[in-house]
T-cell receptor
Framework: DSGVTQTPKHLITATGQRVTLRCSPR?????VYWYQQSLDQGLQFLIQ???????AKGNILERFSAQQFPDLHSELNLSSLELGDSALYFC?????????????FGSGTRLTVV | AQSVTQLGSHVSVSEGALVLLRCNYSSSVPPYLFWYVQYPNQGLQLLLKYTSAATLVKGINGFEAEFKKSETSFHLTKPSAHMSDAAEYFCAVSAPASNTGKLIFGQGTTLQVKP
């Protein structure tokens, strides 16, 4: 157990729907990062939150949004889902906003859009 | 901007043989570099990291990597492969001078270990 908890582990939904992925960071970590992993794109950075504020933005679609709550858990919202959104979504956490410790990853949410 | 290139999407070695996974980086500032391993149906686990101290970095499970600035490389090695090393390996780079801890990952290299 890495200490980073992601729920649900698996999600199957239809095109056009909206889903919410949840992440609880490791205790004491203030930053949360979201990544999308797919066969054709590899690991793509989506967004980082640090202590409730957006810190960095990557290749995140406008149909996707995220937030970090006061208790530091984070949610990634995916709407108007398309078949191409099927992927593994990872959350990771780190102690600070910009540091050299590397991340601790959760085990991911596998999203299948049908 | 930072980027990482992993040479070889698939590497196959025999058990007991040397493991060499190649990573080249591009960075406009002195980088921090990382290697992660991903086992099937699991998240990524940090193997080792370079953060501008010693250029030869030792990690878990007998892996090590050497930072070579002149070659912009950070190759991962292990003297003797074990069956349990079969997994996907990712090299990643971050920019310590930036105000973010985001990592840019390479495309990954799948390591196959043959008995």
């Amino acid at each position: 157990d890495s200490g980073v908890t992601q729920t649900p582990k698996h999600l199957i939904t239809a095109t056009g729907q909206r889903v919410t992925l949840r992440c609880s960071p490791r205790s004491g970590d203030l930053s949360v990062y979201w990544y999308q992993q797919s066969l054709d794109q590899g690991l793509q950075f989506l967004i980082q939150y640090y202590n409730g504020e957006e810190r960095a933005k990557g290749n995140i679609l406008e149909r996707f949004s995220a937030q970090q709550f006061p208790d530091l858990h984070s949610e990634l919202n995916l709407s108007s889902l398309e078949l191409g959104d099927s992927a593994l979504y990872f959350c990771a956490s780190s102690p600070r906003g910009a540091d050299n410790y590397g991340y601790t990853f959760g085990s991911g949410t596998r999203l299948t859009v049908v | 901007a930072q980027s990482v290139t992993q040479l070889g999407s698939h590497v196959s070695v025999s058990e007991g043989a040397l493991v060499l996974l190649r990573c080249n980086y591009s960075s406009s500032v002195p980088p921090y570099l990382f290697w992660y391993v991903q086992y099937p149906n699991q998240g990524l686990q940090l193997l080792l990291k370079y953060t501008s101290a010693a250029t030869l970095v030792k990690g878990i499970n007998g892996f090590e990597a050497e930072f070579k600035k002149s070659e912009t490389s950070f190759h991962l090695t292990k003297p003797s492969a074990h069956m349990s090393d079969a997994a996907e390996y990712f090299c990643a780079v971050s920019a310590p001078a930036s105000n973010t801890g985001k990592l840019i990952f390479g495309q990954g290299t799948t390591l196959q270990v043959k008995p």
